[in-house]
């Protein structure tokens, strides 16, 4: 919250990094949660990805179905990764 006061041209830099490292650590509940609030719609998209394909293999289409929710029809139709 500090920084969000004090400085906050550095929130969507630090919500990238974390993106990329809980992709990395296959943890994307979280990777996805900092994805969003990056404030970058392609970063977003790109994790979700991601984390669709993996929670389709790990069974955890609950998560899949509430983030889905989330999106437009028109986002998820042209996106393969998503659609799929």
Excluded at 5 to 32: E, G, L
Aim: glycine residues 2%; negative net charge.
């Amino acid at each position: 919250a500090r920084v969000a006061i004090d400085m906050p041209d550095c929130i969507a830099p630090i919500h990238r990094r974390a993106t990329r490292y809980f992709v990395h650590q296959q943890n994307f509940r979280q990777a996805v949660w900092h994805a969003k609030r990056a404030g970058d719609d392609s970063l977003f998209i790109h994790c979700l990805e991601q984390a669709f394909d993996y929670w389709l293999r790990e069974g955890y289409t609950a998560h899949i179905l509430d983030w889905a929710e989330t999106l437009p029809d028109s986002v998820i139709l042209s996106r393969d990764e998503l659609s799929a």
